[in-house]
């Protein structure tokens, strides 16, 4: 069974210090990892696709890396407006439609 | 621009009353997707419409329905909401199942939040 565990499940950072959210995942043959974005009471919002193992994708202040195990999303000085829950999700093999399986999500908090 | 619009974004009913949640999109996109999402947790996929197939998922309880009549709209209708049917629903939607790159990325609407008295 597809499978997708984030840690930690709460991160509270000062400003400027950066840290690493993990998304840990089992899946039947990884067809995309992705991660999300997501402000309390909105919907997720889109932040990046990771496709094969060694990939990584920038924007801003994320970072976001790929293993055949697990992804990291990097965040490098983080600011208050980086404060959200970020969401991990992957797309396997199985069955030829596009639905995602989520992780739980990392909130994080980042204090001025 | 184009989006994934949710109505109502609060919705308050009473235990056994039924509610019907709606989404629409511009995006023409092919598929489209109900997830719910609890405090705290996960969003869970309860199904989705490639066109006008529906697919369901298998934990999906009955009381779950949907309409699609056309591309740009799809209806979620919780037929006797229970309490442990307080949660926020998210309506999204992608350009292929089983397209490129680009079309595995979903568009979330900005949820419809269910409170059952």
């Known amino acids: 069974e597809d499978q997708v565990t984030q840690s930690p499940e709460a991160l509270r950072l000062q400003e400027g210090e950066s840290s690493s959210l993990n998304c840990s995942y089992t899946?039947?043959?990884?067809?995309?990892l992705f991660w999300y974005r997501q402000d309390p009471g909105k919907g997720p919002e889109f932040l990046f696709t990771?496709?094969?193992a060694g990939e990584e994708k920038e924007k801003e202040r994320l970072k976001a890396t790929l293993t055949k195990k697990e992804s990291f999303l990097h965040i490098t000085a983080p600011k208050p407006e980086d404060s959200a829950t970020y969401l991990c999700?992957?797309?396997?093999?199985?069955?030829?439609?596009?639905?995602?399986?989520f992780g739980q999500g990392t909130t994080l908090q980042v204090k001025p | 621009d184009a989006m994934v619009i949710q109505n109502p974004r609060y919705q308050v009913t009473q235990f056994g009353k039924p509610v019907t949640l709606s989404c629409s999109q511009t995006?023409?996109?092919?598929?489209m997707y109900w997830y719910q999402q609890k405090s705290s947790q996960a969003p869970k996929l309860l199904f989705h419409?490639?066109?006008?197939?529906?697919?369901n998922e298998a934990d999906t309880p009955d009381n779950f329905q949907s309409r699609r009549p056309n591309t740009s709209f799809c209806f979620l209708d919780i037929r006797s909401p229970g309490l442990g049917d307080a949660a926020m629903y998210l309506c999204?939607?992608?350009?292929?199942?089983?397209?490129?790159?680009?079309?595995?990325?979903?568009?979330f609407g900005a949820g419809s939040r269910l409170t059952v008295l």
């Open positions: 999204a939607t992608s350009g292929l199942a089983g397209g490129g790159s680009g079309a595995n990325v979903l568009t």
């Open positions: 899946v039947s043959g990884l067809r995309g």
């Open positions: 990771l496709y094969s």
């Open positions: 999700a992957v797309r396997s093999f199985s069955g030829n439609t596009g639905k995602l399986i």
């Open positions: 995006l023409n996109h092919n598929v």
């Open positions: 419409y490639y066109d006008k197939d529906f697919n």
